[in-house]
């Protein structure tokens, strides 16, 4: 495992992503929507450092079908969703790949009538992007590699490391069932 991004640099990152946020936001409330279950430590770090009047909720948005790491078809379950008409929104996500579970997320809740929809991520992968969306706040811009740490997981697991690996291609295994 070759370490990315250390917990350090990690730790800049998202106080660079709340600066960002701050500013963009000023006092005005917002609603956190994280996508779980990559983003559940993101999240943690990055409302604390938020100064507005801040709620926030979670979605489950799931492309990968059990241990693959080739997206499916997205599922996606709102059940844990705050009331977003009217108000702010951030959606929150560990990253952006090729970019359609985003996508998917911000049409739906463009529907429900919130005041605005943005977009924060942990890392935008480069070279992956299949939509004409990008995320507004982007943590770091990372090469092509699989990667786990810091939320993001390879078969469920890796999720408590406090830094960001690539993983090893020869421990990738796209076909065989757990
Ligand atoms: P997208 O829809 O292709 O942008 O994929 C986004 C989702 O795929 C993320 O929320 C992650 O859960 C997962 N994902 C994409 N790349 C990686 C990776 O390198 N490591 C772990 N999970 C990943
Ligand atoms: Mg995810």
Do not use: C, W
């Amino acid at each position: 495992m070759n370490v990315l991004l250390t917990a350090t640099q990690l730790h800049e990152g998202v106080r660079r992503l709340a600066g960002e946020i701050n500013a963009f936001y000023g006092q005005q409330p917002l609603v956190i929507v994280g996508v779980m279950t990559g983003s559940l430590v993101l999240v943690a770090d990055l409302i604390r450092q938020l100064e507005m009047p801040l709620r926030v909720g979670v979605v489950q948005a799931r492309s990968y079908r059990g241990n693959a790491t080739v997206p499916g078809e997205l599922t996606v379950h709102a059940e844990l969703l705050p009331e977003l008409a009217g108000r702010h929104v951030l959606v929150v996500d560990d990253i952006f790949d090729t970019g359609q579970t985003l996508a998917a997320l911000l049409e739906q809740f463009d529907r429900l009538g919130p005041a605005s929809v943005r977009s924060a991520v942990l890392l935008r992968k480069l070279g992956r992007q299949r939509v004409a969306i990008a995320p507004d706040h982007v943590g770091f811009e990372i090469p092509d590699a699989f990667v786990v740490g810091y939320g993001l997981d390879y078969r469920d697991e890796y999720r408590n490391l406090p830094f960001v690996a690539i993983l090893d291609p020869a421990t990738l295994d796209e076909e065989s069932p757990r």
